[in-house]
Every structure is written in C-alpha cells, then in structure tokens.
C-alpha cells in the first residue's frame, strides 16, 4: 500500500471523517440525555428507563458485526454516510412520539427508534476507527496518537451533547429539540458527502462475511476484555447515578426539574468531556512514543486492575450512608470523577492495541467485532443499571460495575503481543 504518497489526501480524508464523527456524537449524546430525562419525568422506572436503550445497544452489536464486513465490501464513506443518515431518520421519528400513548407502546416504539440509531452509531463509529489505521503515517508511535486524538476529541463532543441536551429540553421541550438536532445533521451531511476528499478504502468485492470473525486470541482476548470495561462503566452511567442525582437535586416542580435537568446534565457532560480529554493525553502521559507494543499491553492489566477498586469503595460509601448524603453525594462526584480518568486511560489502550494487533486487509473487520464487543458491555451495563438500581440501590449498582471491571482485568492479563 503507498500510504506515503496519499498523505495529503490521507490528511484531508482523516480531518474531513472526524468532523462527520464530531457531528454525529453531539447529537447522539444530546438524544440519550433528551430521552433519559424526559421519560423519566413521565414516571418511567429505572428499568422501563433501561429497556429504552436495550435495544440501541443490541443493533449496536448486530451492526458491528456486519458494519465491518459491509465496509470491506463497499468502502468506509458508504457506511459513514449511512450512518449520518439513519440517525436523522431516527431523530425524525423520535419527533412523532405521541404523549397520548401508553405506557407500553411508547417504551415499544423508543426501544425501535434508538435500535435505529444504534445502527447508525455504529456504522459511523466503525468507519472513523478503521479509517484512522489506513490514513495514519507508520511509526514514531503516530497510531497511537491519532487515534487517541479521534477518540478523545469524539467523547469530549459527546460530553457537550450531553450538556446540550439538557440545556434544549429545558428550553424547547422534547419535540423541537429532536427536530432541530435533524436539520441540524442533515446540513452536516450535505456538507461531507459534497467535500470529501479521497484517501479512504473503496471496499472489495471479494470480502466474505466470515472473515469477520477473528482466529487471533489477542483479538478475541481484547474484545471479551473490552465488553467488561464498557459494562462496567453503564451500570452506573446510563440510569443508576442520573437518577440518584435527580432524587437529590429535584423537588419535583416544574423548576425543580429544570435545575435538575441542568445540574446533571453538566455533570454528565463534564465527565464525559474529562473522559475524552484523557483519552487524548494518554499516549503522554502514558509515555507511550518508542515503548514497545508489550509494554503497552502490560500498561493496560496495570490501569485496568486501578480501576477495579473505585467502584467497590464507592459501593462501600454508598452501602455506609443508607440513603441520599450530602457527604456521599460529594463523595460519588469525586470517586466518579476518578473512575472517569482511569477508565479514559484503560479506553485509549484499548483503542490502540486493537488497531496495533490488526492487519490493514483486515481492520474494518476486526475493529468491526471490537466494537460489537463493545456494545455487547454497554447492552449489558444498560440492563444491569436499571436492573441492580431497583433491585438493591446505588450499592448494588456501584458493586456491579466492580465485578465488570474485575473481570476485565482477569482477562486483559491473558493478551500475548
């Protein structure tokens, strides 16, 4: 491959991908924080909360599962203009919601039009990845680099999504917010479709679906130990702590909700912009230019088995206070906080190693499976965090994350670079 004569379309094909993937991750974390809140004033459980994103996080996994072969197969631009445009097909949708409806025929129609949307997620979020390990210059530990800065920066537009849609809920209401975030991407879309350079892989006829699965361990190890790490993260950040949150900063009036709104949506964004800032300072701070991929490797058991004991000790605060602390709300904002910045470490190994154990024939299919990975732990941290925070409370919630982050480290021990 003469990657070093398409550098400067390399460059542009890069710049040009990330800005769609920008785009489409402040609307996407504007959506999650629009629906969470929303029906969550109309008197959805923690649970009936989690099913809404059940079934965004299982397409999320069919998607990656099928998103690398069918870039393989037709070019990484198709699946990222795909991807652009469900989203706005699904955000179209969400508008149609009627308030009238039940109970249970709006937790239907949600779980159907976020499935959309994970869909649309993944395809996007697979085609910025793999691009990353074509258009990045060999050596000097430049992969690394630019797939930290494509990751990090993504959370961080993740995290002012998330702010923004508090912010639009509470001054728009559900209905003009989820349209306005529609025109919004379509104009985004026109834009890319119409100025995207070349320098990205036009797919190959040959590719046969089975070729998605992987026969390398490291592979295989990587992305069990990746379903561990984002699950551990979702059982307390999808419902778990928003609605504790809400329990202690809400008195149930219509202003009361609006300060809410705002106050957890700040925190949600802050930490997920933390997260993303982290994830983009890692191979720094990390030291990670000249470090052989093994001590890289060791570097991800090390953090990973950090991250472990901040959800147990949480779990103990939590378990201590009985109930809504002022002590223990501050406590969780400061334990979160740092889980926040060792979990933004452990993600950015993660996203290097895949990519630095990948072959470029192969990167669209087994960044593809990672990633349906992936999603497989936010669909099962999404259940568990209704399910453990009804069940036993903000304990429960916070220990179950401990368990997911245990097991992760028990399997990121067995990587063989």
Known sequence: MQVAAKRPDGMAAYMAVTAAY???????????????????????????????????????????????????????????????????????????????????????????????????KDLAKMSSKSAVKVLAPEGDGALFRWVAVLTGSKNAVKGLGFLLGAALLGLLGFTASVYAMAGVLAVILLAVALFMPSGLPRGKKGAKFREVFSKDPNINRLSAARMFLFGAR???????????????????????????????????????????????????????????????????????????????????????????????????????????????????????????????????MDVGFYYMSNAAGRLLGTLLSGLSYQMGGLPLCLATAGVMAGLSFLIVRRLRP
Do not use: C
């Open 234 to 364: 979702d059982v307390w950040f999808v419902v778990g702590i928003p609605i504790y949150f809400y329990s202690v900063l809400s008195d149930g009036s219509e202003a009361g909700n609006r300060a809410a709104f705002f106050q957890i949506g700040t925190f949600m964004a802050l930490w997920i912009i933390g997260y993303g800032a982290v994830q983009a300072w890692a191979p720094k701070l990390l030291g990670a230019r000249g470090k052989p991929l093994g001590a890289i490797t060791r570097l991800a058991t090390l953090w990973v088995g950090a991250l472990t004991l901040i959800p147990f000790a949480l779990a103990g605060a939590a378990l201590l206070a009985g109930g809504p602390q002022g002590w223990l709300t501050a406590t969780l904002v400061a334990g979160l906080l740092l889980f926040g910045f060792v979990f933004a470490v452990n993600s950015s190994v993660h996203s290097y190693l895949i990519l630095a154990f990948t072959q470029a024939e192969r990167v669209t």
């Open 22 to 120: 920008w785009a489409f991750m402040l609307s996407d974390g504007a959506l999650r924080m629009l629906v969470l809140l929303h029906f969550h004033t109309l008197g959805f459980s923690p649970i009936q909360l989690a099913y809404l994103f059940l079934l965004y996080e299982f397409m999320g996994m069919v998607t990656n599962l099928s998103a690398g072969w069918i870039a393989a197969r037709f070019g990484l631009t198709s699946t990222l203009y795909a991807g652009l445009a469900l989203q706005i097909v699904a955000l179209v949708a969400l508008a149609q919601l009627d308030p009238g409806w039940a109970v249970a025929t709006s937790v239907i129609f949600v779980m159907a039009v976020q499935g959309l949307s994970g869909v649309a």
